[in-house]
């Protein structure tokens, strides 16, 4: 596709359940970020991956927050136990490579997960 | 630790008017200070990117400014449409190899008919 694509678009959850949410990102883009935002609050930083590999996870709040992307290109996030406290939209933003810290990151439109 | 303030937190005007918007930043070594746009329910799009030399910058009704000295930058937005409310934020990157963007809290610009 054109665009990074996110799915699903909205999911509700109850709280202990086990949550996974995907990122398919621009063709090409060896760069892939993923970040949390709450209401009225900016994206915060969770994950970013070069290639296949998790270049910096210091993002991630504790072990419960995992995300994998096996062949270099879709990525998915995987949330154990969820709490009603994880209640956010999940953006995944994808760069072109190269460009150093002056990649643009193409951003999804985002999964809104919602633990009841 | 690297921070992105904005202000104001919101903001209300009428179509037409011009407003402005405020970024500063302790983000350390400093290498570009991007405004990104959000409409309700999507996605940041980058608006523009400004370098250390850089002083100006215009993108249609948008201009932003940057002092690198006070570490501050701005976002002027003329002759405002009902299509620009959304949130502005203000990213900044580190020239430290991390390629991990420091994120303000956005403003949330409403324009009223």
């Known amino acids: 596709g054109a665009g990074v694509s996110q799915t699903p678009s909205n999911k509700v959850t109850e709280k202990g359940k086990y949550v996974e949410l995907r990122c398919d990102p621009i063709?090409?883009?060896?760069?892939l970020y993923w970040y949390r935002q709450s209401l009225g609050q900016g994206p915060e930083f969770l994950i970013y991956?070069?290639?296949?590999?998790?270049?910096?996870d210091s993002g991630l709040p504790n072990d419960r927050f995992f995300a994998v992307r096996p062949e270099g290109s879709v990525s998915t996030l995987k949330i154990q136990r969820t709490e009603r406290g994880d209640s956010a939209v999940y953006l995944c933003?994808?760069?072109?490579?190269?460009?150093?810290?002056?990649?643009?990151?193409?951003f999804g439109e985002g999964s809104r997960l919602t633990v009841l | 630790k690297n921070q992105v303030e904005q202000s104001p937190q919101s903001l209300i005007i009428l179509e037409g008017k011009n407003c402005t918007l405020q970024?500063?930043?302790?983000?350390?070594?400093?290498?570009?200070l991007r405004w990104y746009k959000q409409d309700t329910g999507r996605g940041p799009v980058s608006l523009t990117i400004?370098?250390?030399?850089?002083n100006t910058k215009s993108n249609g009704r948008y201009t932003a400014t940057l002092d690198a000295d006070t570490k501050q930058s701005s976002l002027h937005i003329t002759a405002s449409q009902l299509s620009d409310s959304a949130s502005y934020i203000c990213?900044?990157?580190?020239?430290?190899?991390?390629?991990?963007?420091?994120f303000g809290r956005g403003t949330s610009l409403i324009v009223h008919p």
């Open positions: 933003a994808s760069s072109f490579p190269g460009q150093g810290p002056f990649r643009e990151l193409f």
């Open positions: 063709s090409g883009h060896t760069a």
């Open positions: 991956f070069q290639g296949t590999g998790a270049a910096d």
């Open positions: 970024c500063n930043y302790t983000v350390s070594p400093f290498s570009n």
């Open positions: 400004m370098t250390f030399s850089e």
């Open positions: 990213v900044v990157s580190p020239q430290d190899g991390s390629y991990i963007p420091t």
